[in-house]
């Protein structure tokens, strides 16, 4: 089994062209050729797209780059797995048959080189998240996609670009409120670790943070829209790196 693995959460690329997408996209592609250049694993851990929705006939047009230089990391032998954000969560045939990722829908529990990861997207763990987990049951019920496919994407796109927005995670949270999620996260994360993980990896809070205790560790990916971090796993530690430019640089 590969054991150089690298992960990344919460690039959320957006539906709509701009600067700052295409410096992003730029960045993201690079690490991508790196993982590709090494013949090394990925894991995105959820919100990869802004949205996603797929048809039978009929797939988001702005993603073509993406999805052709994750094709081309699949056609190259690198295992590459999927995890469905609160953004993404509708992954298809599309995203496993032509692109050859590994969707994972739910949370989910890996072994990589002896080491047992707890790999989550984190969505709807926190305490006021009471709200947005009944509507995660609603969004994700076989009854509303079947419905919501029959709306033409035209409509669709827009509708979910307006929800999406809503939904977005605050970048004006205050320092207080970062630190509250933090904990419960850490909390959540130390629940992980008692069912006998050795590493909990977790996005969508978008707060790099890497929590060790004794030789178990607690990490929240960051994303791809503020520090531009991911994780990486060589077999024996685990560093959360922030990709600035060619080079590979310590945050912790
Ligand atoms: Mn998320």
């Given at each position: ?22 410096v992003?996209?730029k960045?993201l592609f ?14 995105i ?29 699949t ?7 999927i ?16 692109i ?13 080189g ?5 790999i989550?997207h ?12 009944i ?23 827009a ?6 927005g ?10 207080e ?10 909390t ?8 006998s ?20 560790t607690i ?6 829209m503020k ?20 080079e ?5």
């Amino acid at each position: 089994m590969n054991e150089n693995v690298y992960f990344i959460s919460d690039v959320h690329l957006r539906l709509m062209e701009s600067a700052s997408e295409a410096v992003k996209e730029k960045r993201l592609f690079g690490l991508f050729d790196e993982i590709k250049h090494q013949g090394a694993s990925l894991w995105i851990v959820g919100d990869l797209f802004d949205f996603w929705f797929e048809y039978k006939y009929v797939i988001p047009r702005r993603y073509f780059s993406v999805l052709r230089k994750l094709k081309e990391m699949t056609e190259a032998g690198c295992d590459v797995h999927i995890l469905g954000g609160n953004h993404d969560y509708w992954l298809g045939s599309f995203i496993s048959n032509e692109i050859g990722l590994k969707i994972h829908p739910s949370p989910i529990g890996y072994s990589i080189g002896g080491k047992s990861f707890f790999i989550t997207h984190a969505d709807g763990i926190l305490k006021k998240d009471r709200w947005y987990r009944i509507m995660r049951w609603i969004f994700r019920n076989p009854v509303t996609i079947a419905l919501f496919r029959t709306i033409h994407p035209r409509l669709a796109f827009a509708l979910a670009s307006k929800i999406s927005g809503k939904s977005r995670h605050s970048s004006t949270r205050d320092a207080e409120t970062e630190a509250q999620e933090r904990n419960e996260l850490i909390t959540y994360g130390q629940a992980r670790l008692k069912e006998s993980y050795d590493y909990v990896i977790t996005g969508h809070f978008h707060l790099p943070t890497v929590h060790s205790e004794g030789e178990k560790t607690i990490v929240n990916l960051g994303d791809w829209m503020k520090y531009f971090t991911f994780g990486h796993f060589n077999g024996q530690d685990f560093r959360l790196c922030y990709w600035k430019c060619e080079e590979f640089q310590q945050i912790e």
